[in-house]
Structures are given as structure tokens and as C-alpha cells.
């Protein structure tokens, strides 16, 4: 009995020691890396780092899939495009959901719009999300009124649209959702204070195609 007594204080033991190791472990990888075998991952995953580039910086997350369906949960992403960004919308337009990967595109829900007001813009047009960019590819929101959000302003300001308009064909093709102007021609005037801010809510739907 006290053999018995014995080897079950140290099978208890072992049980909670890998209980605590599974209850506190972490993952910190660079890319790929192997879950191990106290838990079972599936699907995709890319996840990323908070990412700067010219007159840009984006939040993420990425999102991720698991599970084995095809679709990932609404998630969102937050761009802010500096004042010489926006001057440049028609030229360049600003990716705000990268590209899904070959197989998957980006389903826009909707998109807010923020400007941090120091000085209203001039001239310019209205702003749209286009999959690739306004010759590439079809809408991937409504139309972004600039009138009361980047010109005709005295204060900060918020729009709001919809995401993929209705019987919009989306690419079947690896594209972003870009920031562009609508018509060709750049704004004038802003500050260099001014932050224009994105938030888009999307979903990842494969498409296999």
C-alpha cells in the first residue's frame, strides 16, 4: 500500500508540473515555427509586427485561422497616413490591408476615417478602397466623401462607409485594399501636423482559386 501510496504522489507530482508548463507556456518566433505536442493548432496563420514605411505606419493584427474553416472572424487594422501621404493619394495610393496570400482576398466590412485636424485640404476629391489600386482593381468600399472630413474642415473629423459594396466581384488575384482618390489630381494645402486615420474591419474568405 505505502509502494502504491507512493507512486501516485509521484504520478500527482509529474500531472502538475505539466499542467503548470502548459498553463504558462509562450511562443516567440520570428516565422514558422512547430506548436508542441500539449496543443493542437490547424489552419493559417501569419501574424506581423507593427509596420512602418514612408509617411505610413500600420497596426495590426494580421489575422489568423484555425479550425479548419474557411473563413477568419472580423478583425481590424489601423493605418495612419502622415499629411504628406494624403497630398499624395491619387499617385500613391496607401495599402491598408496587405495582401492575403494566393487562394484568399480580403472582404472589407467597413472603414472609419479619422483626420487629427491642424489645417483643413484643398482642391482634391473623394477617397475610395480599391482591391490593387483604382485602375487594378473593383471598389472594396463605398465612396469616402472628402467634403466635411479633409476639406470644408475647422476640427477634427470621422466618416464612416460601408465595406465591399453588393454585387462587387472580388479578386480572384493576391491583392491589397489600398487608400485612393477616386479621380485624378492631388490635394493642396493640409498641415504637417495633420494624421489621416484608417480603420478598417475585414475578414479573410479563401476562395481556392
Given at each position: ?14 500531472v ?8 504558462t ?29 514612408t ?16 473563413v ?19 499617385g ?38 480599391y482591391?490593387?489600386?483604382r ?52 490635394f ?22
Amino acid at each position: 500500500m505505502k509502494r502504491l501510496i507512493a507512486a501516485f504522489g509521484i504520478v500527482s507530482a509529474v500531472v502538475a508540473l505539466w499542467v503548470t508548463a502548459v498553463a504558462t507556456q509562450s511562443i516567440d518566433c520570428g516565422g514558422s515555427f512547430l506548436p508542441s505536442q500539449n496543443c493542437t493548432i490547424s489552419g493559417r496563420w501569419n501574424f506581423t509586427n507593427t509596420r512602418s514605411s514612408t509617411n505610413t505606419t500600420t497596426q495590426g493584427p494580421i489575422p489568423f485561422q484555425v479550425g479548419g474553416t474557411d473563413v477568419t472572424g472580423i478583425v481590424s487594422r489601423v493605418t495612419d497616413i502622415s499629411n504628406a501621404g494624403v497630398l499624395a493619394l491619387d499617385g500613391t495610393p496607401v495599402a491598408v490591408v496587405p495582401a492575403p496570400g494566393a487562394g484568399y482576398f480580403v472582404d472589407v466590412i467597413a472603414v472609419q476615417l479619422i483626420l487629427n485636424y491642424t489645417a483643413t485640404y484643398t482642391g482634391g476629391g473623394d477617397l475610395r478602397l480599391y482591391y490593387g489600386s483604382r485602375t487594378t482593381g473593383n471598389a472594396a468600399s463605398a465612396t469616402i466623401t472628402a467634403s466635411g472630413l479633409l476639406t470644408s474642415v475647422t476640427a477634427d473629423a470621422i466618416n464612416r462607409v460601408d465595406g465591399v459594396p453588393d454585387n462587387t466581384d472580388p479578386p480572384t488575384t493576391n491583392l491589397a485594399v489600398v487608400l485612393q482618390r477616386t479621380t485624378t489630381g492631388n490635394f493642396g494645402g493640409g498641415h504637417a501636423a495633420n494624421i489621416l486615420r484608417v480603420v478598417v474591419h475585414y475578414r479573410i474568405v479563401r476562395t481556392g482559386l
